[in-house]
T-cell receptor, first 115, second 115 residues
Framework: NAGVTQTPKFQVLKTGQSMTLQCAQD?????MYWYRQDPGMGLRLIYY???????DKGEVPNGYNVSRLNKREFSLRLESAAPSQTSVYFC??????????????FGPGTRLTVL | QKEVEQDPGPLSVPEGAIVSLNCTYS??????FMWYRQYSRKGPELLMY????GNKEDGRFTAQVDKSSKYISLFIRDSQPSDSATYLC???????????????FGQGTILTVHP
């Protein structure tokens, strides 16, 4: 099993450009999440999808949109990138049916720089 | 004030030392407490998971939760250079509805164990 995969691993954008970060999981998990990680700030939730067909805002949703394409895939889109969106982005997934409720499994991250 | 506070360190200890990592929180609804370990340029991975108050031991790692003081700790015995990483505490209320599955993370503590 690959677990949670993310593409691309690195990306440099110019202010105003758009891009989509891709995430896929092969663990048959119901819930998926997008976080950003900045120095001294820990992980902050951008958007999450509790189940296929639903999405909800997290702590820092402004400037982002998401799509839960199917049970496996959850994408994050930056419509008009800004330097403040320079960060490391992590996708995660979880399954609430097991013993470890709320255990989230993370992908390797996408390092995004906006110039 | 953040819901979860964690001393970012950095913390540097000699090999074999006992390491204590701590988080405080303000939301009394938190019931599930986790510690994630994150190696440099990798995604976080679950290290320890506890429900409500008490202790849990796994090899050289012990997690403690004191809900009355809103304080959690992770102890690492006989620390090794391979323990060098960022340690993030995370918590969940798991109250159902929109909060179900959502984690709140601390800022992370950078730990270096030198030979």
């Amino acid at each position: 099993n690959a677990g949670v995969t993310q593409t691309p691993k690195f990306q440099v954008l110019k202010t105003g450009q758009s891009m989509t970060l891709q995430c896929a999981q092969d663990m048959n998990h119901n819930s998926m999440y997008w976080y950003r990680q900045d120095p001294g700030m820990g992980l902050r939730l951008i958007y999450y999808s509790a189940s296929e067909g639903t999405t909800d805002k997290g702590e820092v949703p402004n400037g982002y949109n998401v799509s839960r394409l199917n049970k496996r895939e959850f994408s994050l889109r930056l419509e008009s990138a800004a330097p403040s969106q320079t960060s490391v982005y992590f996708c995660a997934s979880s399954d609430h049916s097991g013993a470890h409720t709320d255990t989230q499994y993370f992908g390797p991250g996408t390092r995004l720089t906006v110039l | 004030q953040k819901e979860v506070e964690q001393d970012p360190g950095p913390l540097s200890v000699p090999e074999g030392a006992i390491v204590s990592l701590n988080c405080t929180y303000s939301n009394s609804a938190f019931q599930y407490f986790m510690w994630y370990r994150q190696y440099s340029r990798k995604g976080p991975e679950l290290l320890m998971y506890t429900y409500s108050s008490g202790n849990k031991e796994d090899g050289r790692f012990t997690a403690q939760v004191d809900k009355s003081s809103k304080y959690i700790s992770l102890f690492i015995r006989d620390s090794q250079p391979s323990d060098s990483a960022t340690y993030l505490c995370a918590m969940s209320a798991n109250a159902g509805g929109t909060s179900y599955g959502k984690l709140t993370f601390g800022q992370g503590t950078i730990l270096t164990v030198h030979p």
